[in-house]
């Protein structure tokens, strides 16, 4: 029973702990020193993929290595793996497919939920550059107002 709950509990530190990284790497790695990755996904896309989809593939290392000792002797590993697999997934759903509508997704748009995240992706490209922008989180955002206000001080500035 301990273990089942401690499985649990690697599983939701994976899927939850990834918002953490994926708002540190967007903040200080994507709009740092690997911009030349991610300017592709500010500026228009041409043809099906962008430069920037390589960061997809660098998040599913640690994933892909973590499922693999846990179905070879630590089943601890497999429930980070699994949890930061999950994450990984509600990500490209969210952001590829509801945000930048890459492809369909069963979600409602009009959900406030959603919206309000939407919302707060737009606002983050609502710049081009490599400075300026707000917004890095992704499930995790705050208020859509606030965003705004930021922008347009920065704006002003
Ligand atoms: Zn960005
Ligand atoms: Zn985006």
């Not at 509801?98 to 959603?114: E, G």
């Amino acid at each position: 029973m301990l273990d089942l709950l401690l499985w649990i509990a690697l599983f939701l530190v994976g899927l939850g702990g990834m918002e953490v990284v994926a708002w540190l790497t967007h903040r200080y790695v994507m709009h740092g020193f690997l911009w030349c990755w991610h300017k592709s996904h500010h500026s228009e896309r041409h043809g099906a993929f962008e430069l920037n989809d390589l960061f997809a593939v660098v998040f599913a290392l640690p994933s892909v290595v973590l499922i693999y000792f846990g179905l070879n002797g630590y089943p601890l590993l497999l429930a980070l793996g699994l949890g930061i697999a999950a994450y990984g997934l509600v990500y490209f759903m969210f952001h590829d497919g509801l945000v930048h509508r890459r492809f369909p997704v069963p979600f409602d748009r009009q959900r406030a939920f959603w919206k309000k995240r939407i919302q707060a992706h737009r606002l983050h490209h609502a710049v081009e550059t490599r400075e300026g922008a707000v917004s890095f989180g992704f499930l995790l955002v705050r208020p859509v107002s606030k965003l705004k206000q930021e922008l347009a001080s920065r704006r002003r500035r």
